[in-house]
C-alpha cells in the first residue's frame, strides 16, 4: 500500500515541512506559524468550520487545553500580584545566602517545588533578580546559579498535570480516546526528573557550568558612577548661534553633551552640525568632577559657568541597572534608532547581551529580540517608570511595588482547593470535575476576591502560547482527521517490526525510548507545546497499532517535550537566563545535553515501570 491515500495527506506532509522550518529559521514569531497552518487547513479544505463536523477547526479553540493554560497563567499573577511569590524569594534570599553551595541546593528545591503547581516563567522571573542581587553582593558567579535555576524551573514541571502547558496540551488530546490523566497520575515520574536533575546539578553539572560575565559588571558600579547635569543657555550667552564643535564644550574631558533640548523637543541634528541658541537646554553626562569642573572651571579650559552663560544647571544621579525584554515585550523587533529610546524613555542604553556576546559598540541599529539583555542608565525616577512597563523585566533588584498581601490568603485557598479537587476527585464523596472547569472556578475565585484586576489577569495571559496551542491543535487534528497520522504510525510500526534480530516484546521498549528522544531533540528546536500537539496524535495510533496501551507513549511525549536543556531557545525560562547570566549558546549544551542523556535513560526505564504496556 502507498503511504498517500489521498492529496490530503501529501498536502499535509508538505505543510508540516514548512511549519517546522518556519519554527526553526523563526521566519515569523512561532504563534503566527501555528494559526497560518490552521488557516492553510481551513482554506484548503482539510478542516472544515461546520458547526458539529468532526473535522470543524473551530473546536480547537474550546479546547480544554489553552483554556486550562490561560487559568493558570491568571492564578500565577494572582500568587505574585499578592506577594506570596516574592515573599518565598525574600526567604530564600535570608537563608541561602551563606555559601554558594547552600544556595545552589536551596535555590533548586524551592524552585523546583514552586514549578510543579505555578507556571515556571513568573517564578524565574521573581528569582532572577535575586539570585543577581546575592551574586553581587556576595561575589559569587552569577553564571553558575542561573541554569540550575532555570533546569529546576524545568524539572518542576514535569511534576503535575498542571505543572506546564506542554503537559495539559497532551493530555488534553489524549483524554479525548483514553482514561483521562489525573492532576498526580504523573508525579512518580516527576519526582524522579527532580531527583535526577538535584543530584546531577549539585555534582556533575557544577563543575561544568561556566563563569560568564554579566553586562552590569561591565562597569564598576563605585568608579565608573556618573550624572546627568541639565543646563540652560542664557540669552547673552557667548554660546548662542555658535555650532558646537566651535564652542568649549567640543573640549570637555570626562563629560559629554548627550543631547540638546529646544523648546521641549529633542534636536535631531549630529552634534557636529548643531547651532546653540538661547534657551536651549543642554543635557551633560559625566563624573561629579567633570560636571562641576563645567560649572566651576576647575580642571578644564572652559570659561565657567557666568562666561558661558548657563544657568540653573540641575544634576541627578545616573542609575545602573540591567533589564531583559520578555517575550510580550513591544520593543521586540525594532532598533533603539526606531524608538527613539533615549527622548521616549529618558535613559541610556549603554551595552547590549545578546547570545553570549557583550555588544557595547554600535547597536543601535540591532533589532531587538526576546532574551536581549539591556544594561540600562538613567535618572532613578526615569529607571522606576521604564521597568513598570511590561516591556522590560528588571534584573537589578526585586521588583518594589505594593503587593496585595491581604488578598494571599484567598489566593492560597485557590491554589489548595486546585490541588486538593483534582487529586481527589471521584473520592471521599468530592466530584471529579474536569481540570479545565477546576481551573475556571479558581480563576474566577481570585478575580471575585480582587486578589488580581480583570485588566491585570488579561495581561498576565500569554496569548501568544494560548494561541500557537490552538494552531498546533487544529494541525493535530487535520492530521488525524487525514488519516496521516494513521498511516505514518503504520509506517514506523513497520519499521519496527522489521528488525527481525530484536525480541517481539522488547520492541514496544524501543518505540517508547524513541518517542521521547524524538519528543527531546525537537523541543530543543521547536516549541515544546507544538511538539506535544503534533507527536500526541501519533503517539496514540502507533499504541493501537502494536496493540498495546498508548498511555506510556503518551507520557513520553510529555516528559521528552518538556525536558529542554540543551539550548536556550527550547524552553522560555532558558532563554530569560541565557542573557541574563551572560551565556553563550554552548554553555547549555555542555551542561544540558548530558543531562538530556540520563533523563531519556531514567524516562525510558521507569515509563514502563509505572505505566506497563
Request: aromatic share 10%; net charge neutral.
Amino acid at each position: 500500500m502507498d503511504f498517500f491515500e489521498n492529496w490530503q495527506q501529501v498536502y499535509l506532509t508538505v505543510l508540516m515541512v514548512v511549519v517546522f522550518l518556519a519554527f526553526v529559521k523563526e521566519w515569523l514569531p512561532a504563534e503566527l506559524v501555528a494559526i497560518g497552518g490552521l488557516l492553510a487547513c481551513v482554506f484548503s479544505g482539510v478542516l472544515s468550520v461546520t458547526p458539529g463536523a468532526e473535522n470543524n477547526a473551530l473546536a480547537v479553540f474550546a479546547h480544554p487545553a489553552p483554556i486550562t493554560v490561560a487559568c493558570m497563567f491568571i492564578l500565577s499573577a494572582a500568587l505574585d500580584r499578592t506577594g506570596v511569590i516574592e515573599s518565598l524569594g525574600g526567604w530564600f534570599e535570608n537563608v541561602a545566602a551563606s555559601s554558594p553551595l547552600r544556595m545552589l541546593v536551596v535555590m533548586m528545591v524551592l524552585v523546583g517545588c514552586l514549578s510543579g503547581f505555578v507556571n515556571n516563567t513568573p517564578v524565574v522571573v521573581v528569582f532572577m533578580p535575586i539570585v543577581l542581587g546575592i551574586c553581587r553582593r556576595k561575589n559569587y558567579m552569577a553564571s553558575r546559579f542561573l541554569i540550575p535555576l532555570s533546569y529546576a524551573a524545568v524539572a518542576g514541571g514535569t511534576v503535575t498535570i498542571i505543572g506546564t502547558s506542554t503537559n495539559l496540551v497532551a493530555a488534553g488530546i489524549a483524554n479525548k480516546v483514553m482514561e483521562p490523566f489525573t492532576m498526580f497520575e504523573i508525579t512518580p515520574l516527576g519526582v524522579a526528573f527532580v531527583v535526577v536533575t538535584f543530584l546531577y546539578m549539585v555534582t556533575i553539572g557544577r563543575k561544568l557550568l561556566p563563569d560568564r560575565t554579566t553586562l552590569a559588571a561591565l562597569i564598576d558600579n563605585e568608579t565608573s558612577r556618573e550624572f546627568i547635569t541639565h543646563a540652560f543657555v542664557k540669552d547673552e550667552s557667548p554660546l548662542a548661534g555658535k555650532f558646537f564643535p566651535d564652542t568649549e564644550l567640543a573640549g570637555v574631558r570626562k563629560a559629554r553633551v548627550i543631547e540638546v533640548r529646544r523648546n521641549g523637543h529633542r534636536l535631531r541634528e549630529p552634534l557636529s552640525k548643531l547651532c546653540f541658541e538661547a534657551g536651549d537646554e543642554i543635557v551633560f553626562k559625566g563624573s561629579i568632577e567633570a560636571l562641576m569642573g563645567i560649572r566651576e572651571n576647575s580642571d578644564v579650559d572652559v570659561r565657567g559657568e557666568e562666561a558661558l552663560g548657563l544657568e540653573d544647571i540641575r544634576t541627578e544621579s545616573a542609575v545602573l541597572m540591567e533589564g531583559i525584554l520578555g517575550p510580550e515585550s513591544s520593543l521586540i523587533g525594532k532598533n533603539l534608532k526606531e524608538l527613539n529610546f533615549r527622548q521616549r524613555f529618558g535613559v541610556l542604553i549603554l551595552a547590549v547581551h545578546r547570545k553570549g556576546q557583550n555588544l557595547r559598540e554600535r547597536f543601535e541599529d540591532e533589532r531587538l529580540v526576546f532574551g536581549d539583555t539591556l544594561l540600562v542608565q538613567g535618572p532613578a525616577e526615569k529607571m522606576r517608570q521604564l521597568f513598570q512597563q511590561k516591556d522590560f523585566i528588571n534584573l537589578s533588584e526585586p521588583k518594589h511595588r505594593v503587593n496585595r498581601v491581604q488578598k494571599a490568603p484567598y489566593v492560597l485557598i485557590a491554589l489548595a482547593a486546585f490541588i486538593l479537587l483534582g487529586a481527589l476527585g471521584g473520592n471521599f464523596g468530592i466530584p471529579n470535575l474536569p481540570t479545565v472547569l477546576i481551573a475556571l472556578a479558581c480563576a474566577f475565585g481570585v478575580l471575585v476576591t480582587r486578589c488580581l484586576d480583570p485588566s491585570e489577569a488579561f495581561q498576565a495571559i500569554e496569548w501568544k502560547v494560548v494561541f500557537m496551542i490552538c494552531g498546533m491543535l487544529g494541525l493535530g487534528m487535520a492530521m488525524s482527521q487525514s488519516g496521516l497520522a494513521e498511516n505514518t504510525a503504520k509506517a514506523v510500526v513497520g519499521m519496527v517490526d522489521g528488525l527481525s534480530f530484536v525480541d517481539a516484546g522488547l520492541k514496544p521498549f524501543i518505540m517508547l525510548a524513541a518517542f521521547y528522544l524524538l519528543s527531546n531533540v525537537l523541543t530543543e528546536m521547536i516549541s515544546n507545546n507544538a511538539v506535544a500537539a503534533l507527536l500526541t496524535p501519533l503517539a496514540i495510533f502507533v499504541g493501537i497499532q502494536m496493540g498495546v496501551d498508548a498511555r506510556p507513549f503518551v507520557v513520553a511525549v510529555m516528559f521528552g517535550a518538556s525536558a529542554s536543556f540543551s539550548t536556550p531557545i527550547g524552553y522560555q525560562t532558558n532563554t530569560f537566563v541565557y542573557g541574563a547570566g551572560g551565556y553563550k549558546f554552548g554553555d547549555f549544551f555542555k551542561v544540558g545535553f548530558p543531562l538530556n542523556i540520563i533523563l531519556w535513560l531514567v524516562a525510558s526505564m521507569l515509563i514502563p515501570v509505572i505505566w506497563p504496556f
